[in-house]
């Protein structure tokens, strides 16, 4: 008798470099009232979900460090980026990153992103809160992945298929600001 698994991607989780971490921290204590707005469907749509501004200062040190967590994830799980529609291989392109800044009571609905591959990386949190992965199985059935998040959390990226549904709860009982950076790596085909 053989049993076979039936493959699927997972995501990858890291802690990034405290570096590359008080760097994007020391950007994050500006950026919410210097940097520009991130527009999305989420923003344009709902009131009460998080503000995005647009990552500037740190923008290339993130996207350095990325590299190991796209090489890791594609050893592991490969074939992501064939998507079979089309006549030659394309290279990468890193979009531009976004700062999430979460208040009480605010939440990001479940979602997807463009592109090809995705990241997020908690940067503040003042209390437990919850992050969810959404899926179906094989037999259709809903599947939920929740990763519960504390301040020991704090400088931990996690790298994911795009159309990988996710929500970010809201949280009740605290005051302060959890702050996360996201975005989004996609096909170039400029050229």
Not at 18 to 25: E, G, R, T, V
Not at 136 to 151: C, D, E, H, R, S
Request: aromatic share 14%.
């Amino acid at each position: 008798m053989k049993v076979f698994n039936l493959n699927n991607f997972g995501y990858v989780e890291d802690k990034i470099p405290k570096k590359l971490f008080n760097s994007l921290l020391q950007e994050i204590r500006y950026a919410e009232s210097r940097n520009p707005d991130m527009i999305s469907d989420l923003t344009v749509t709902n009131t009460d979900i998080v503000k995005h501004k647009v990552l500037v200062d740190n923008k290339n040190e993130l996207l350095n460090y990325l590299s190991k967590p796209f090489d890791v994830f594609n050893s592991n799980y490969p074939g992501l980026a064939n998507i079979g529609a089309l006549t030659r291989d394309l290279p990468f392109a890193f979009g531009e990153p976004w700062i999430n800044y979460q208040r009480k009571g605010e939440y990001v609905p479940n979602h997807k992103h463009d592109g090809i591959y995705s990241y997020t990386i908690w940067m503040k949190i003042p209390t437990k809160c919850k992050f969810e992965f959404t899926y179906t199985n094989v037999l259709g059935n809903i599947m939920f992945k929740q990763i519960y998040l504390t301040k020991k959390d704090e400088g931990k990226i996690i790298f994911f298929p795009a159309k990988l549904p996710h929500i970010a709860y809201p949280f009740n009982d605290s005051n302060d600001v959890r702050v996360s950076i996201s975005g989004n790596i996609r096909l170039n085909s400029d050229g």
